[in-house]
Nanobody
Framework: QVQLVESGGGLVQAGGSLRLSCAAS????????MGWFRQAPGKEREFVAR???????YYTDSVKGRFTISRDNAKNTVYLQMNSLKPEDTAIYYC???????????????WGQGTQVTVSS
């Protein structure tokens, strides 16, 4: 299976931007649909965005127009560009792989360890 490592989190003021990276090893990311999820304190892990093998993107409503998911197959890395950040975006962000386009958490595997994003008001 593929191994995933997230990075790029941090503390940012509301309205700011961050770019998260998800670096893969073991297998090439082009083999998978790649997704980003997040988990805020006391809440369940929720779907944020996914990108298919062909590059089709899908987002949860709350991040549409603010977040962009992309993949660099040459670097075997998936990114999540986050703009216009809000305090409610504060969470641990995880990337994961799936065999088909889905928003279901239980259909993703090879979860990374996560990266903390904190947005101050």
């Amino acid at each position: 299976q593929v191994q995933l490592v997230e990075s790029g989190g941090g503390l940012v003021q509301a309205g700011g931007s961050l770019r998260l990276s998800c670096a893969a090893s073991g297998q090439t990311l082009i083999s998978y649909v790649m997704g980003w999820f997040r988990q805020a304190p006391g809440k369940e892990r929720e779907f944020v965005a996914r990108i298919s093998r062909s590059g089709l993107r899908y987002y949860t409503d709350s991040v549409k127009g603010r977040f962009t998911i992309s993949r660099d197959n040459a670097k075997n890395t998936v990114y999540l560009q986050m703009n216009s950040l809000k305090p409610e975006d504060t969470a641990i962000y995880y990337c994961a792989a799936a065999e088909s386009p889905t928003v279901r958490r239980d259909e993703y595997h090879s979860w990374g360890q996560g990266t903390q994003v904190t947005v101050s008001s």
